[in-house]
């Protein structure tokens, strides 16, 4: 029994509405910390004509080789500037990872399986995220991908093709975020060197080659980068994204052993059900003296993908995202499986089934909580969104039931595309009603900059601190809005007493402003007020534009 959708105008319809849950939300406004950065590098790149080392304010953590921000450069140049051209790299990245699964991936794990394995992860709930939240994983994952199934396919059935592309991965991976692709490769290499019968194969493969050929993008770029500034950016990158992430947690990214399983449990949720079946198959069957050959791939996929972080002590849900297509593939073997198994008789689907349950129970009464829930004095959102939370996780939670029940009466068909449907569903309402209801408050400085610019284009606006928050200067610089720093409390007098500065605050130092003024009996008012949220802190703030003097236009006195 085949599972899959079988007729065309059914595939392209999944796809379609796969394609709007992916799509949706590429238009909000961009996020902080990494995505504003990212974005802000590609702008500064093409204004400034440093290709080199990434630069803006308050980005400088952010920095990374450069292949993220060179995709989002070329964005800008065929979309424009705005928050869909950010994103869209991400979006083909995805795409392309998805292809490679469907396509590349059916001369080792067969058709079924693969095309199984791709509907699994267009259906994934964290992947999608790497698109409306523009960071440099989901451009990784695809080199990842494209590298490892090109050393599995040479493994096979060598030849000098696989090799080409494992070069292109490997280099690609490299330019995007260094070490992670040569942890996933070297890792697996290591494996079949120490375990697999195919080891002989890698005399053949000749990685002594292929790596430093790989190396060659990364090392050109980092010697002209190394030539602009001495050195500085390329020793600060190797200390901050290879050092402190091996020997210590980042900025408190931090998690105990099972922080990854926990978030696959969650990135995968809609076919839970069938995981630990999945799991068990793999590891029970297993022969270390007579290894088959998928089997032993995808058990090094998963270590040198996923288990290898689980010993680091700094953390964040897409370090390990490089397993995501074994899971996917493990998963598809599973799918392509189903017909044959009883979910009333056999322990491991029982136990997957009671676990998906589980989980679709709580995300479903947790959401509208979470929605519920206080954010410091005030609430992220309304009652209409906490209405729509409300929808969201009864229809989540329905939807689950509705798998549950298919499993158990062996109607196979209608619980795979039950599965897809509460995969689209949950993201479709997550990403076209709850974050959209909250696009002002998240999107404040964005709010700000487009105030600034219909209305006091010409003048200076002072930042009276470091913000911390990169979108600002980025949306201030794209609507052309000339800005600088002025975090010295004593002098906000001196400096405001220019009639083309505006000082911008928010609640933060509102107070300690108000408290330097009254002293100097300084006279201003608040030419702009604005709510917002700052999504990395989870903290609600206001926005305050002030202006010396006293209110000169009725729209002005109201705003005080």
Not at 98 to 112: C, I, N, Q, S, T
Not at 442 to 454: D, H, P, W
Not at 459 to 466: E, F, G, I, P, Q
Request: charged residues 15%.
């Amino acid at each position: 029994m085949d599972l899959l959708p079988k007729h065309k105008y059914e595939t392209w319809m999944w796809v379609l509405l796969l394609g709007i849950a992916w799509l949706a939300g590429t238009g909000l406004s961009v996020w902080d910390q990494d995505e504003s950065a990212y974005a802000a590098f590609a702008w500064q790149m093409r204004e400034s004509g440093n290709w080199l080392v990434p630069e803006f304010l308050w980005s400088e953590i952010h920095r990374k080789t450069p292949f993220h921000f060179w995709s989002i450069a070329v964005s800008y140049a065929l979309w424009g500037v705005n928050e869909f051209a950010v994103r869209f790299p991400a979006f083909l990245a995805s795409v392309g990872t998805v292809l490679l699964l469907r396509y590349r991936a059916v001369a080792v794990f067969g058709k079924p399986t693969a095309q199984a394995a791709a509907w699994v992860l267009a259906a994934n709930l964290f992947l999608p995220h790497l698109i409306k939240i523009s960071v440099t994983d989901a451009s990784l994952l695809f080199f990842e991908t494209l590298a490892v199934l090109s050393l599995i396919r040479f493994f096979q059935q060598p030849r000098s093709q696989e090799q080409l592309y494992f070069v292109i991965g490997t280099a690609g991976g490299l330019l995007v975020k260094g070490p992670p692709v040569l942890i996933l490769s070297i890792g697996m290499l290591g494996l079949i060197l120490l375990f697999s019968p195919e080891r002989k194969k890698i005399i053949a493969f000749h990685p002594w080659l292929l790596f430093p050929l790989a190396a060659l993008p990364l090392l050109a770029w980092g010697r002209m980068a190394w030539q602009t500034d001495d050195g500085a950016f390329i020793r600060w990158m190797i200390d901050w994204y290879t050092v402190s992430r091996v020997n210590n947690e980042v900025l408190g990214q931090t998690g105990p052993p099972g922080y990854y399983l926990a978030t696959i449990l969650i990135a995968f949720l809609p076919f839970v059900p069938l995981l630990p079946k999945a799991f068990q198959q793999l590891f029970s069957r297993y022969s270390w003296r007579h290894p088959q050959f998928k089997q032993f791939m995808l058990i090094a996929w998963l270590i040198s993908g996923w288990l290898i972080y689980e010993l680091l002590k700094s953390k964040l849900p897409a370090y390990a995202l490089g397993a995501y297509p074994a899971l996917a593939l493990l998963l598809g073997q599973q799918i392509s499986l189903l017909p044959t198994y009883n979910f009333r008789r056999q322990n491991w689907l029982r136990a997957g089934l009671l676990l998906y349950l589980l989980l679709c129970l709580a995300l479903g009464l947790g959401l509208p909580f979470a929605a519920a829930a206080p954010v410091g004095d005030g609430f992220l959102f309304d009652n209409f969104g906490i209405n729509m939370a409300r929808f969201t996780g009864i229809g989540f939670l329905f939807l689950g039931i509705m798998t549950a029940v298919f499993l158990l009466r062996a109607q196979y068909e209608l619980a795979f595309r039950s599965m897809l449907a509460q995969s689209i569903f949950f993201l479709g309402m997550g990403w076209l009603v709850l974050m959209p209801g909250i696009e002002k408050l998240r999107g404040a400085t964005k709010e700000v900059a487009s105030f600034l610019a219909a209305n006091h284009p010409e003048k200076t606006l002072l930042l009276s601190r470091n913000f911390h928050l990169p979108s600002l200067p980025f949306y201030l610089s794209t609507q052309a809005i000339s800005y600088e720093e002025a975090t010295d409390a004593s002098r906000w007098q001196q400096q405001l007493a220019h009639p083309e500065a505006l000082l911008l605050l928010n609640s933060s130092n509102f107070g300690d402003f108000q408290s330097a003024v009254s002293q100097a009996q300084f006279d201003y008012h608040i030419v702009y007020e604005q709510a917002g949220w700052i999504s990395d802190k989870g903290q609600l703030t206001t926005w305050y534009v002030v202006q010396a003097g006293r209110p000169t236009t009725e729209t002005e006195s109201a705003a005080e």
